[in-house]
């Protein structure tokens, strides 16, 4: 197919360009009526922010621009069928378990899954098992779940029905070996294999980790808005075997996502599929070079240092450049000093501060390099001790409670101290990254309660509990 095509923006901008009198929704008619305050910023976005009209196609039944657009993202990912989705890759989880697994079957998931992972469970009522990964020291984050962790799951669990995990993590760290082992493996037991590969949209270019598409995963999700230039919400959900019914998916995502779908979003799908297309073909040298200089330039700044992995097998993503603290600022402290040279970054631990750098080599290296520089320049350098945030405990765990045997419970509010040894009633998750420390239906240990007083302490942002009391939810009778 021909990826210089753009059909669902051309055919937006061939509407727009009719200068159309709009007596359908939405109401600010093509921007003609809007605040005063935010037109600036919006009136070109609302020149093409339609609905279901004549040549614009329809999401939920797409017969025309919106379908030709998504053949031709399936036609680059080199997959049987892909979906827009504007309700982020959070929809796309959610439909791609609710697709495969039923109430009672037992799954296979990594531990340190997002949050819309673990909610897809819930509503499906499945039985998680789940699998731990590996803790990178040198990064000092939870990294990628190992085959033999696999395997030990399946020995003690053969019912199986799917295997869930995230690739790469959150900090671009893959293991492209154990993920292809992984796959396979779970085929031969029966299994279909289901990845959350948002940060890895554009692993299909040279120079990156291999995507779980071509490693032979049966469903794959990618964020399109994290690494390609796509608005929020943007995302794609890739159908990539026979054993998936594309019937299924389909209709968990009419259920889920918005009967109301935003066009700006979608086209900018189309466009970002298309600015993909074209970095393939021109080749991403470019930006890999330019990447690689501004990290080794980085080296020359005594208060940080630029970490990746040390384990041979693991690839890191370019685009993610992971800084750990040389002097007395903690991970949350250094990005905050970065904020106030109005440098933001993608988030931060208790460690370190990522940075998601572009799909291109048209960015200021030099002016982001003075303000990292300036933003530190008082703190005296000094070798840092790691805040141990390693939960060391089983390989392949489950839930003290499954998620319809909580059904049956209340839940009371209580201090840290006295949660430890109940079943936690809620989720706590410092966001982002959107990893839960603690889970709904797990047993609260003490090292849950050390964990979450560290993110407290080191200044994290949560979602669940309440933090600053120091309360969270547990399960009572």
Do not use: W
Not at 244 to 262: F, G
């Amino acid at each position: 197919m021909n990826q210089q095509r753009t059909p669902l923006f051309d055919a937006l901008d061939h509407h727009s360009q009719m200068r159309p009198q709009s007596m359908h929704v939405p109401g600010h008619k093509y921007g003609q009526v809007f605040s005063s305050k935010g037109y600036p910023y919006f009136h070109k976005v609302l020149e093409i922010d339609a609905t279901e009209l004549i040549g614009l196609d329809d999401l939920h039944h797409p017969e025309g621009a919106i379908l030709e657009a998504e053949k031709l993202v399936a036609d680059l990912y080199g997959v049987g069928k892909s979906y827009f989705l504007v309700n982020g890759s959070t929809v796309g989880n959610l439909a791609m378990i609710l697709s495969v697994c039923s109430e009672n079957d037992t799954v296979l998931v990594q531990r340190n899954s997002h949050k819309s992972i673990l909610n897809g469970l819930k509503m499906a009522g499945a039985r998680p098992v789940f699998i731990h990964p590996t803790y990178d020291d040198e990064v000092q984050v939870a990294s990628y779940v190992s085959f033999n962790t696999v395997k030990e799951a399946f020995d003690t669990y053969p019912q199986i029905k799917a295997v869930i995990l995230t690739n790469p993590n959150y900090f671009g760290m893959a293991n492209q070996k154990e993920l292809a082992q992984i796959i396979t493996y779970a085929h031969e037991k029966g299994a279909v294999v289901l990845i959350d590969e948002a940060h890895g949209a554009h692993f299909l270019l040279e120079g990156f980790p291999s995507s779980a598409v071509a490693l032979g995963a049966d469903i794959v999700v990618h964020s399109a808005h994290k690494t390609l230039p796509a608005m929020t919400m943007g995302s794609f959900l890739h159908i990539n075997s026979q054993l998936i019914k594309h019937e299924e998916v389909e209709y968990y995502l009419q259920m889920l996502q918005s009967s109301s779908p935003s066009y700006p979003i979608m086209a900018s799908l189309d466009l970002a599929r298309h600015y993909l297309a074209t970095v393939k073909e021109k080749g991403t040298n470019q930006i890999i070079e330019k990447i690689v200089a501004f990290s080794q330039k980085l080296e020359a700044i005594p208060q940080i240092k630029v970490v990746t992995s040390k384990n041979q097998d693991v690839q890191t993503d370019v685009l993610k450049l992971t800084i750990q603290s040389q002097c007395e600022l903690n991970g949350y402290e250094l990005q905050s000093c970065f904020e106030k040279e109005g440098l933001f970054t993608e988030m931060a631990d208790p460690n370190n501060v990522l940075f998601v750098l572009p799909l291109s080599h048209r960015f200021d290296a030099d002016e982001i390099f003075i303000k990292i520089k300036r933003a530190i320049k008082e703190y005296t350098p000094m070798k840092r001790r790691f805040i141990d945030l390693h939960d060391e405990g089983k390989t392949v765990s489950t839930l003290a409670l499954c998620y319809n045997e909580i059904k049956g419970y209340n839940k009371k509010v209580v201090s840290f101290k006295d949660a430890i040894g109940n079943i936690s009633g809620e989720m706590i998750i410092p966001y982002p990254p959107g990893i839960p420390v603690l889970m709904e239906g797990e047993c609260v240990t003490e090292r849950h309660i050390e964990i979450l007083t560290t993110y407290i302490e080191t200044g994290a942002h949560f979602q669940g509990g309440d933090m600053k009391g120091k309360y969270i939810k547990i399960l009572n009778k």
